[in-house]
């Protein structure tokens, strides 16, 4: 069987093959004083057609680059991002079908080495997003031994909690630690100037709270285990922060549900003293 008809039975399309007859033609290229010693090479050397193959294994909608492009992008702008997309879940996705197809292949051990390149390259970009950006290490990903099982829950969970409910997390904990600090019974201008001169202890830096304490206002159990059994290490609120100079928005927002707990708070308090009375 030759090369072409190989890898349209390894399903690798016309791309592919275009990509390998310019290879082929580059490579069958000499010039007229190394003619003999070029002819005689390729005959006895096979050609290594991994990086080609590479190239058209990861089945799916989004490239693997738009992948990596997009985490890029909501790891440095995760309250601002109008992208929700979860891109952790679309590569894994693509590629445990891509290894699922690579069983109906001719070539299904090529296929997975080239599957397993994508991988380790999605693995140290995660790991790398997640140090960088929220100062943030999984354990999982720093052994020679590697449960990829693991790996892949903790990447998920990890990357739901701190970027996809980035705007829900501080929400959380910004209404729930600070409503205390606040007199209910100030006239409104001191009353919302109080406000913001607490949240003043939330951004940029996260200040009010710990990280263990910022999960527990979260309700984020998993969460809490991972870093309560060292799997991952890190103090996020480092780098983690709602950055409200930036998003008058949501700081509108956290403000509004500041007064609304205060306000629910008041009503049940008078509704005890008139039941008292």
């Known amino acids: 069987m030759n090369l072409d008809n190989k ?13 390998n007859e310019v290879f082929m033609e580059s490579a069958n290229t000499v010039t007229d004083d190394d003619e003999n010693t070029t002819e005689n090479s390729f005959a006895d050397e096979p050609v290594d057609y991994t990086g080609y193959m590479k190239d058209a294994v990861l089945v799916g909608e989004y490239p693997f680059e738009v992948i990596l492009e997009g985490l890029r992008n909501q790891f440095s702008n995760y309250i601002s991002t109008e992208d929700t997309n979860d891109y952790v879940d679309i590569f894994y996705n693509e590629y445990h079908e891509s290894i699922r197809l690579a069983e109906e292949q001719d070539f299904p051990d090529d296929i997975r080495e080239a599957l397993d390149t994508y991988l380790d390259k999605f693995h140290a970009h995660i790991k790398s997003l997640f140090y960088t950006k929220l100062a943030i290490t999984i354990m999982d990903l720093e052994g020679e031994e590697i449960d990829m099982t693991s790996v892949e829950t903790s990447i998920r969970e ?10 829900s997390n501080f929400m959380k904990v910004i209404s729930k630690s600070s409503y205390k600090e606040i ?22 830096i996260v200040l009010a709270v710990g990280p263990m304490e910022f999960l527990r206002y979260c309700e984020a159990d998993t969460i809490y285990e991972l870093f309560d059994t060292g799997r991952v290490v890190g103090n996020f609120l480092r780098r983690y922060s709602p950055r409200l100079y930036q998003n008058e928005l949501f700081e509108a927002e956290i403000v509004a549900q500041i007064t609304s707990i205060i306000d629910l708070h008041r009503d049940l308090k008078n509704k005890e003293v008139g039941n008292v009375q």
């Open 158 to 167: 990890l990357y739901t909690f701190f970027i996809l409910n980035a705007k």
């Open 183 to 204: 007199d209910p019974n100030l006239e409104d201008r001191a009353f919302y100037n109080r406000i913001r001169e607490v949240l003043t202890a939330y951004s940029p």
């Open 7 to 19: 890898i349209i039975k390894a399903g690798l399309g016309p791309e592919f093959i275009i990509k």
